[in-house]
């Protein structure tokens, strides 16, 4: 006959260990989407700032710009 141990407290620890470890990188990753969004929102006003100043000298670079910060990622 067979017998099964129940799980003893080291293994309950662990899995907790794995269940917030877990919601820390969901947590991590989160922040991480919102600081890259931040980023993304004022790269898009300066480069609208600068296409704006350079638009009589530079055209082109001018509309480089506005295209870059109107593009989505």
Known sequence: ???F?????SYRAA???Q???GRARAVGHAVWVALEE??????????????ERVAAGQPE???AL???A???R
């Open 19 to 21: 269940v917030w470890a």
């Open 61 to 63: 670079l001018a509309a």
């Open 1 to 3: 006959m067979t017998t």
């Open 38 to 51: 931040a980023g993304r929102r004022r790269a898009a006003v300066q480069m609208l700032h600068t296409a």
């Open 70 to 72: 109107t593009s989505k």
């Open 5 to 9: 141990a129940l799980p003893s407290g």
């Open 66 to 68: 506005r295209n870059a």
């Open 15 to 17: 899995s907790l260990k």
